[in-house]
Protein backbone atom coordinates (compact mmCIF):
# COMPACT_ATOMS: atom_id res chain seq x y z
CA UNK A 1 0.00 0.00 0.00
CA UNK A 2 1.49 3.29 -0.72
CA UNK A 3 2.05 5.96 1.35
CA UNK A 4 0.33 8.81 2.20
CA UNK A 5 1.23 12.44 3.49
CA UNK A 6 -1.18 14.67 5.77
CA UNK A 7 -2.37 17.44 3.57
CA UNK A 8 -1.71 20.33 6.13
CA UNK A 9 2.17 18.47 6.21
CA UNK A 10 2.25 18.85 2.64
CA UNK A 11 1.13 22.31 2.56
CA UNK A 12 3.84 23.80 4.61
CA UNK A 13 6.49 21.38 2.37
CA UNK A 14 4.90 23.15 -0.67
CA UNK A 15 5.56 26.55 0.92
CA UNK A 16 8.54 26.44 1.82
CA UNK A 17 10.40 24.76 -0.82
CA UNK A 18 8.72 26.33 -3.62
CA UNK A 19 6.03 28.84 -3.33
CA UNK A 20 7.98 31.23 -0.88
CA UNK A 21 11.52 30.49 -2.51
CA UNK A 22 11.99 28.37 -5.47
CA UNK A 23 9.19 29.71 -7.77
CA UNK A 24 9.60 33.64 -6.82
CA UNK A 25 12.73 33.57 -7.91
CA UNK A 26 11.48 32.53 -11.03
CA UNK A 27 11.46 28.62 -10.65
CA UNK A 28 9.04 26.47 -11.89
CA UNK A 29 7.50 23.10 -10.86
CA UNK A 30 4.40 20.89 -11.91
CA UNK A 31 3.19 18.38 -9.22
CA UNK A 32 0.40 15.97 -8.99
CA UNK A 33 -1.65 15.79 -5.65
CA UNK A 34 -3.71 12.63 -5.22
CA UNK A 35 -6.35 13.34 -2.61
CA UNK A 36 -10.16 12.60 -2.06
CA UNK A 37 -12.61 14.58 -3.20
CA UNK A 38 -14.12 16.10 0.48
CA UNK A 39 -10.28 17.45 0.52
CA UNK A 40 -10.04 19.47 -2.64
CA UNK A 41 -11.60 22.82 -1.02
CA UNK A 42 -9.91 23.17 1.90
CA UNK A 43 -6.30 22.51 -0.32
CA UNK A 44 -7.19 24.91 -2.99
CA UNK A 45 -8.51 27.32 -0.69
CA UNK A 46 -4.90 27.08 1.08
CA UNK A 47 -3.33 27.35 -1.65
CA UNK A 48 -5.26 30.09 -2.76
CA UNK A 49 -4.85 32.18 0.42
CA UNK A 50 -1.25 32.08 0.47
CA UNK A 51 -0.32 32.78 -3.51
CA UNK A 52 -2.25 36.18 -2.73
CA UNK A 53 -0.56 36.87 0.54
CA UNK A 54 3.05 36.39 -1.72
CA UNK A 55 1.46 38.56 -4.48
CA UNK A 56 1.11 35.32 -6.92
CA UNK A 57 -1.59 36.03 -10.20
CA UNK A 58 -3.89 32.34 -9.02
CA UNK A 59 -5.46 30.40 -11.54
CA UNK A 60 -8.02 27.43 -10.84
CA UNK A 61 -9.12 25.08 -13.19
CA UNK A 62 -11.45 22.51 -13.14
CA UNK A 63 -12.29 19.95 -16.18
CA UNK A 64 -15.88 19.83 -15.18
CA UNK A 65 -16.06 23.27 -16.88
CA UNK A 66 -12.81 23.63 -19.18
CA UNK A 67 -12.15 21.15 -21.94
CA UNK A 68 -8.44 20.36 -19.77
CA UNK A 69 -7.44 18.01 -22.98
CA UNK A 70 -7.45 21.13 -25.33
CA UNK A 71 -4.58 23.66 -25.11
CA UNK A 72 -6.76 26.70 -26.18
CA UNK A 73 -9.27 25.76 -24.17
CA UNK A 74 -6.63 25.99 -20.95
CA UNK A 75 -5.36 29.31 -22.20
CA UNK A 76 -8.79 30.36 -22.53
CA UNK A 77 -9.78 29.09 -18.85
CA UNK A 78 -6.53 31.13 -17.41
CA UNK A 79 -7.28 34.45 -19.86
CA UNK A 80 -10.95 34.64 -18.28
CA UNK A 81 -9.48 34.71 -14.79
CA UNK A 82 -7.16 37.76 -15.33
CA UNK A 83 -8.21 41.16 -15.11
CA UNK A 84 -5.94 42.19 -18.72
CA UNK A 85 -7.00 46.14 -18.29
CA UNK A 86 -5.39 45.85 -14.35
CA UNK A 87 -2.30 43.81 -15.73
CA UNK A 88 -1.43 46.81 -18.31
CA UNK A 89 -2.14 49.75 -15.59
CA UNK A 90 0.34 48.02 -13.77
CA UNK A 91 3.07 47.84 -16.21
CA UNK A 92 2.42 51.19 -17.25
CA UNK A 93 3.28 52.48 -13.23
CA UNK A 94 5.86 49.99 -13.83
CA UNK A 95 7.47 51.99 -16.60
CA UNK A 96 6.95 55.24 -15.36
CA UNK A 97 8.58 54.65 -12.29
CA UNK A 98 11.40 53.43 -14.06
CA UNK A 99 12.01 56.42 -15.58
CA UNK A 100 12.10 58.49 -12.71
CA UNK A 101 8.31 59.64 -12.50
CA UNK A 102 6.93 59.80 -9.31
CA UNK A 103 3.87 57.08 -8.60
CA UNK A 104 4.05 56.05 -5.42
CA UNK A 105 0.08 57.47 -4.65
CA UNK A 106 -1.08 56.11 -7.96
CA UNK A 107 -3.43 53.13 -7.67
CA UNK A 108 -3.67 50.52 -11.10
CA UNK A 109 -6.59 49.14 -9.41
CA UNK A 110 -8.71 52.37 -10.39
CA UNK A 111 -10.11 52.66 -13.51
CA UNK A 112 -9.08 56.34 -14.64
CA UNK A 113 -7.02 57.34 -17.09
CA UNK A 114 -3.12 56.17 -15.91
CA UNK A 115 -1.22 58.18 -17.98
CA UNK A 116 -3.26 61.38 -16.80
CA UNK A 117 -2.50 60.06 -13.59
CA UNK A 118 1.03 60.21 -13.92
CA UNK A 119 0.85 63.34 -15.72
CA UNK A 120 -0.51 64.90 -12.61
CA UNK A 121 1.12 63.73 -9.98
CA UNK A 122 4.85 64.89 -11.81
CA UNK A 123 3.01 68.07 -13.32
CA UNK A 124 2.55 67.06 -16.67
CA UNK A 125 0.15 66.34 -19.44
CA UNK A 126 -1.16 63.23 -20.17
CA UNK A 127 0.31 63.11 -24.15
CA UNK A 128 3.63 64.16 -22.48
CA UNK A 129 3.70 60.97 -20.39
CA UNK A 130 2.42 58.92 -23.11
CA UNK A 131 5.20 60.44 -25.15
CA UNK A 132 7.73 59.14 -23.62
CA UNK A 133 6.26 55.83 -21.89
CA UNK A 134 5.43 55.14 -25.85
CA UNK A 135 9.40 54.46 -26.28
CA UNK A 136 9.07 52.22 -22.82
CA UNK A 137 6.65 50.13 -24.31
CA UNK A 138 8.55 49.62 -27.24
CA UNK A 139 11.53 48.39 -25.40
CA UNK A 140 10.20 46.52 -22.69
CA UNK A 141 6.75 44.82 -24.21
CA UNK A 142 6.96 45.30 -28.11
CA UNK A 143 10.71 43.75 -28.23
CA UNK A 144 10.32 41.25 -25.16
CA UNK A 145 11.17 37.66 -27.22
CA UNK A 146 10.73 36.07 -24.53
CA UNK A 147 6.73 36.66 -25.29
CA UNK A 148 4.64 35.33 -28.48
CA UNK A 149 4.90 37.74 -31.48
CA UNK A 150 1.32 38.46 -31.41
CA UNK A 151 1.02 38.02 -27.74
CA UNK A 152 3.34 40.94 -26.86
CA UNK A 153 1.65 43.18 -29.66
CA UNK A 154 -1.46 42.32 -27.57
CA UNK A 155 -0.34 43.71 -24.49
CA UNK A 156 1.28 46.78 -26.12
CA UNK A 157 -2.06 47.57 -27.31
CA UNK A 158 -3.66 47.20 -23.87
CA UNK A 159 -1.31 49.81 -22.54
CA UNK A 160 -2.10 52.09 -24.92
CA UNK A 161 -5.33 51.65 -24.80
CA UNK A 162 -5.41 53.28 -20.95
CA UNK A 163 -4.90 56.15 -22.31
CA UNK A 164 -8.55 56.87 -22.34
CA UNK A 165 -10.95 60.06 -21.00
CA UNK A 166 -14.20 58.62 -19.07
CA UNK A 167 -16.22 59.72 -21.52
CA UNK A 168 -14.81 58.16 -24.15
CA UNK A 169 -15.36 53.79 -25.31
CA UNK A 170 -12.78 52.32 -24.36
CA UNK A 171 -10.85 50.53 -27.15
CA UNK A 172 -9.36 47.28 -26.06
CA UNK A 173 -12.18 45.05 -25.65
CA UNK A 174 -11.92 42.98 -28.84
CA UNK A 175 -8.36 41.90 -27.67
CA UNK A 176 -9.68 41.07 -24.07
CA UNK A 177 -12.64 39.15 -25.93
CA UNK A 178 -9.83 37.67 -28.32
CA UNK A 179 -7.58 36.76 -25.32
CA UNK A 180 -10.51 35.23 -23.54
CA UNK A 181 -12.12 33.33 -26.42
CA UNK A 182 -15.00 35.05 -26.53
CA UNK A 183 -14.65 35.91 -29.90
CA UNK A 184 -12.04 33.93 -31.49
CA UNK A 185 -11.71 35.23 -34.88
CA UNK A 186 -8.53 36.93 -35.83
CA UNK A 187 -10.44 39.33 -37.90
CA UNK A 188 -12.10 40.92 -34.79
CA UNK A 189 -7.83 41.85 -33.70
CA UNK A 190 -6.65 42.82 -37.38
CA UNK A 191 -6.88 46.45 -36.76
CA UNK A 192 -4.11 45.76 -33.70
CA UNK A 193 -1.65 44.16 -36.45
CA UNK A 194 -2.67 40.63 -35.06
CA UNK A 195 -2.59 37.78 -37.64
CA UNK A 196 -2.67 34.55 -35.60
CA UNK A 197 -5.22 32.42 -33.94
CA UNK A 198 -5.07 30.90 -30.74
CA UNK A 199 -5.64 27.50 -31.46
CA UNK A 200 -4.33 23.93 -30.85
CA UNK A 201 -1.26 24.63 -32.24
CA UNK A 202 -0.61 28.11 -30.90
CA UNK A 203 -2.00 27.62 -27.52
CA UNK A 204 1.46 26.19 -25.61
CA UNK A 205 2.86 29.39 -26.38
CA UNK A 206 0.10 31.83 -25.15
CA UNK A 207 0.41 30.81 -21.96
CA UNK A 208 3.92 30.64 -21.35
CA UNK A 209 3.59 34.23 -22.59
CA UNK A 210 0.90 35.10 -20.41
CA UNK A 211 2.93 33.48 -17.34
CA UNK A 212 6.14 35.58 -18.23
CA UNK A 213 3.57 38.89 -18.76
CA UNK A 214 2.56 38.17 -14.93
CA UNK A 215 5.73 38.51 -13.33
CA UNK A 216 6.72 40.91 -16.21
CA UNK A 217 4.32 43.24 -14.40
CA UNK A 218 5.04 42.91 -11.00
CA UNK A 219 3.31 39.22 -9.71
CA UNK A 220 5.56 37.04 -7.98
CA UNK A 221 5.00 34.27 -10.55
CA UNK A 222 1.71 32.71 -10.72
CA UNK A 223 0.30 29.30 -9.17
CA UNK A 224 -2.29 27.32 -11.06
CA UNK A 225 -4.20 24.89 -9.38
CA UNK A 226 -6.28 22.03 -12.28
CA UNK A 227 -8.48 19.62 -10.62
CA UNK A 228 -8.69 16.44 -13.51
CA UNK A 229 -10.89 14.60 -11.51
CA UNK A 230 -13.51 14.61 -13.85
CA UNK A 231 -11.64 12.50 -16.87
CA UNK A 232 -11.95 9.72 -14.55
CA UNK A 233 -15.37 9.23 -15.39
CA UNK A 234 -16.85 6.19 -17.32
CA UNK A 235 -19.45 5.97 -18.52
CA UNK A 236 -20.89 9.73 -18.98
CA UNK A 237 -23.07 10.06 -15.83
CA UNK A 238 -25.26 12.34 -18.05
CA UNK A 239 -25.30 14.99 -15.22
CA UNK A 240 -24.63 18.14 -17.24
CA UNK A 241 -21.00 18.56 -16.42
CA UNK A 242 -18.07 17.89 -19.48
CA UNK A 243 -17.81 14.20 -20.22
CA UNK A 244 -14.68 12.71 -21.56
CA UNK A 245 -13.86 10.27 -23.91
CA UNK A 246 -10.98 8.11 -23.64
CA UNK A 247 -9.35 9.76 -26.68
CA UNK A 248 -9.70 13.38 -24.95
CA UNK A 249 -8.56 11.57 -21.85
CA UNK A 250 -5.27 10.73 -23.99
CA UNK A 251 -4.84 14.26 -25.18
CA UNK A 252 -5.28 15.61 -21.55
CA UNK A 253 -2.13 13.37 -20.75
CA UNK A 254 -0.11 14.07 -23.44
CA UNK A 255 -0.77 18.15 -22.97
CA UNK A 256 0.18 17.81 -19.22
CA UNK A 257 3.12 15.61 -20.45
CA UNK A 258 4.01 18.53 -22.83
CA UNK A 259 3.85 21.13 -20.17
CA UNK A 260 6.34 18.85 -17.84
CA UNK A 261 8.86 18.57 -20.54
CA UNK A 262 8.75 22.41 -21.07
CA UNK A 263 8.81 23.36 -17.52
CA UNK A 264 11.88 25.84 -18.53
CA UNK A 265 9.25 27.90 -20.16
CA UNK A 266 6.64 28.29 -17.19
CA UNK A 267 9.33 30.67 -15.80
CA UNK A 268 7.76 31.69 -11.96
CA UNK A 269 5.29 28.99 -12.23
CA UNK A 270 3.69 26.50 -10.09
CA UNK A 271 1.31 24.02 -11.42
CA UNK A 272 -0.51 21.60 -8.66
CA UNK A 273 -2.79 18.99 -10.64
CA UNK A 274 -5.34 17.79 -8.19
CA UNK A 275 -6.55 14.35 -9.06
CA UNK A 276 -8.13 11.09 -7.62
CA UNK A 277 -7.28 7.47 -6.51
CA UNK A 278 -8.99 6.58 -10.05
CA UNK A 279 -5.36 8.33 -11.72
CA UNK A 280 -3.12 5.97 -10.30
CA UNK A 281 -4.45 3.10 -12.33
CA UNK A 282 -2.04 1.22 -14.17
CA UNK A 283 -4.31 -0.88 -16.06
CA UNK A 284 -4.63 -0.44 -19.61
CA UNK A 285 -8.22 -0.27 -19.82
CA UNK A 286 -8.63 2.15 -16.85
CA UNK A 287 -8.05 5.91 -17.72
CA UNK A 288 -5.35 6.29 -14.99
CA UNK A 289 -1.79 7.45 -15.94
CA UNK A 290 -0.98 4.06 -16.73
CA UNK A 291 -2.42 4.23 -19.92
CA UNK A 292 -0.18 6.75 -21.33
CA UNK A 293 3.43 5.73 -20.15
CA UNK A 294 5.21 8.78 -21.13
CA UNK A 295 3.35 10.82 -18.45
CA UNK A 296 3.46 8.03 -15.82
CA UNK A 297 7.58 7.47 -16.03
CA UNK A 298 7.61 11.03 -15.87
CA UNK A 299 6.12 11.65 -12.54
CA UNK A 300 6.69 8.25 -10.46
CA UNK A 301 9.48 8.04 -8.50
CA UNK A 302 12.03 5.45 -9.61
CA UNK A 303 13.02 4.68 -5.31
CA UNK A 304 10.68 5.00 -2.96
CA UNK A 305 11.45 4.55 0.72
CA UNK A 306 9.57 1.38 2.38
CA UNK A 307 8.40 3.97 5.34
CA UNK A 308 8.56 7.78 4.45
CA UNK A 309 6.98 9.96 2.20
CA UNK A 310 9.22 12.25 -0.48
CA UNK A 311 7.05 15.90 0.31
CA UNK A 312 8.97 17.22 -2.74
CA UNK A 313 8.39 14.04 -5.13
CA UNK A 314 6.65 15.10 -8.23
CA UNK A 315 3.21 12.96 -6.84
CA UNK A 316 2.28 12.74 -3.66
CA UNK A 317 -0.62 10.39 -1.83
CA UNK A 318 -2.22 13.05 0.44
CA UNK A 319 -4.29 12.03 3.62
Excluded at 94 to 102: K, M, Q, T, V, W
Excluded at 230 to 238: C, F
Excluded at 276 to 283: Q, R
Amino acid sequence: MAHTIPLHDWLRHLDAEYVSTFIKEGGASIKFAVMEDGRKPQFSEAVETRGRELNYAVVKLDAVETKVHMPQDVFFGLAKQVDWRFLARLMIVRLARGIGYDVDAINPGETTNVFEAVGKRNGLDSQSVLRELRRELETRVSKEYRMDKDFRVAMTSLCLCENVRQDQEYGGQPLIDWLTGTNTRVSSVKSFFINTGINRTTARHFIESALFWFRHVGHAGTVIVLDNSRIMLSPNPKDGGRYYTKAMVMDHYELLREFIDGTDQLAGTLMVIVTNGAFLDEDARSRGFGIYQALRTRIMDDVRDKNLVNPIASMVRLS
